[in-house]
């Protein structure tokens, strides 16, 4: 018996899709997707120019519990900043990191029905 996959997941993997197209589309070198820590998983860490951001990823299909960026809240952004820190330690040598500012996107994305991009709203430096 196979199971179904979490619609969930499936929406989570689309959004991140569209945002790293976004993102490389906007001249910016994506460093790693998906980095997995014990406190969770940051989406995307890209760089343009010497910044370095942190990004997070929110789809979703419609507005009943909000915007989608309205999920990143506080406790989100502590958790999101906790394992940025621990991608800096396991970066610290890179050269290529020396000189960059930091700072936290949020990409929020409104699917349609075929997961494609309705709506695409890229908030820089989020967490201020």
Same mark, same amino acid.
């Given at each position: 018996?196979?199971?179904?996959?979490?619609?969930?997941?499936?929406? !989570?993997?689309?959004? /991140?899709?569209?945002?790293? !197209?976004?993102?490389?589309?906007?001249?910016?070198?994506?460093? /790693? #997707?998906?980095?997995?820590?014990?406190?969770?998983?940051?989406?995307?860490? $890209?760089?343009?120019?010497? $910044? $370095?951001?942190? +990004?997070? +990823?929110?789809?979703r299909r419609d507005k009943q519990y909000g915007e989608p960026f309205e999920a990143v809240n506080l406790r989100k952004q502590g958790q999101?900043?906790?394992?940025? !820190?621990?991608?800096?330690?396991?970066?610290? !040598?890179?050269?290529?990191?020396?000189?960059?500012?930091?700072?936290?996107? $949020? +990409? #929020?994305?409104?699917?349609?029905?075929? #997961?494609?991009?309705?709506?695409?709203?890229?908030?820089?430096?989020?967490?201020?």
């Amino acid at each position: 018996m196979m199971s179904k996959e979490d619609p969930r997941r499936i929406r !989570g993997r689309a959004g /991140e899709e569209i945002a790293r !197209g976004y993102l490389r589309d906007h001249d910016y070198s994506i460093l /790693e #997707s998906n980095f997995r820590t014990r406190y969770g998983e940051i989406d995307i860490i $890209v760089k343009r120019g010497g $910044v $370095v951001a942190f +990004v997070e +990823v929110k789809a979703r299909r419609d507005k009943q519990y909000g915007e989608p960026f309205e999920a990143v809240n506080l406790r989100k952004q502590g958790q999101i900043r906790r394992m940025a !820190g621990m991608w800096l330690a396991a970066n610290e !040598g890179d050269t290529a990191l020396a000189d960059c500012d930091f700072r936290f996107d $949020v +990409v #929020s994305i409104m699917l349609d029905e075929n #997961s494609a991009a309705s709506q695409l709203l890229h908030i820089e430096d989020a967490f201020r």
